[in-house]
Each structure stands twice: as structure tokens, then as C-alpha cells.
Nanobody, 120 residues
Framework: VQLQASGGGLVQPGGSLRLSCVAS????????IGWFRQAPGQEREGISC????????WYDGSVKGRFTISRDDAKNTVYLQMNSLKPEDTAVYYC??????????????WGQGTLVTVSS
């Protein structure tokens, strides 16, 4: 099962984007879903996740207060609202089913990511 991320693009510093994560063949409401990103030349890192059910969330310090993760189970979609974007947020963003929390581990293969470029 692969989850597909979309919604990336080019945005100026201080701008906003909303990423979406959808899946085929998987009902997301039963899973914790996480967002990861991989900047050029760097390892992929987990930045946020949301649990199923009570929908508790976790954020890495680098995005806390600027990014908001949410889920709409009726649409089988998880979102990542990104505000106050910085050039260092430039990366390919991925979503995956995870064990939510610091050091979160993803399950399954990686789907197609979406490129976010923050530049003036």
C-alpha cells in the first residue's frame, strides 16, 4: 500500500501551502499517518504525525507552531498545513502510515512525494 502526497509547489518565504495525503486500497481512519521530508543531500526525517481515533498529534521542533496536521476521514485524506515557510523547509514531502511519535517508523513502501520549494 502506498500513500500519495500532493500539493507542493514554489512559494516565497513566509508563504503557505497545504499538502494532502491520499491512499488507494487503504482506509486511513484506522491508521496513524505521518509526514516526512527529505531535503537535497539529507536523510529523510519525520516532522509530524496524527493518531487515529482521538487524533492526537506530534510535531518536530523544526515545524512546531508553523505546521498543522489534520485528518478528514470522510475524505480518506490527511493534510499538512504549512505556514510561515522558510527556505530550509525546501524538500520532497512524503506521507506514510506510522507509529506516531518522536522517531516515528513508517510502514509499507514509500509513495510518490511532493516537492516544496521555498524561495524568493
Amino acid at each position: 500500500v502506498q500513500l500519495q502526497a500532493s500539493g507542493g509547489g514554489l512559494v516565497q518565504p513566509g508563504g503557505s501551502l497545504r499538502l494532502s495525503c491520499v491512499a488507494s486500497g487503504l482506509t486511513l481512519e484506522y491508521y496513524a499517518i505521518g509526514w516526512f521530508r527529505q531535503a537535497p543531500g539529507q536523510e529523510r526525517e519525520g516532522i509530524s504525525c496524527i493518531n487515529s481515533g482521538e487524533a492526537s498529534t506530534w510535531y518536530d521542533g523544526s515545524v512546531k507552531g508553523r505546521f498543522t496536521i489534520s485528518r478528514d476521514d470522510a475524505k480518506n485524506t490527511v493534510y499538512l498545513q504549512m505556514n510561515s515557510l522558510k527556505p530550509e523547509d525546501t524538500a520532497v514531502y512524503y506521507c506514510a502510515a506510522v507509529s506516531c511519535g518522536r522517531g516515528m517508523v513508517h510502514f509499507g513502501s514509500w509513495g510518490q512525494g511532493t516537492l516544496v520549494t521555498v524561495s524568493s
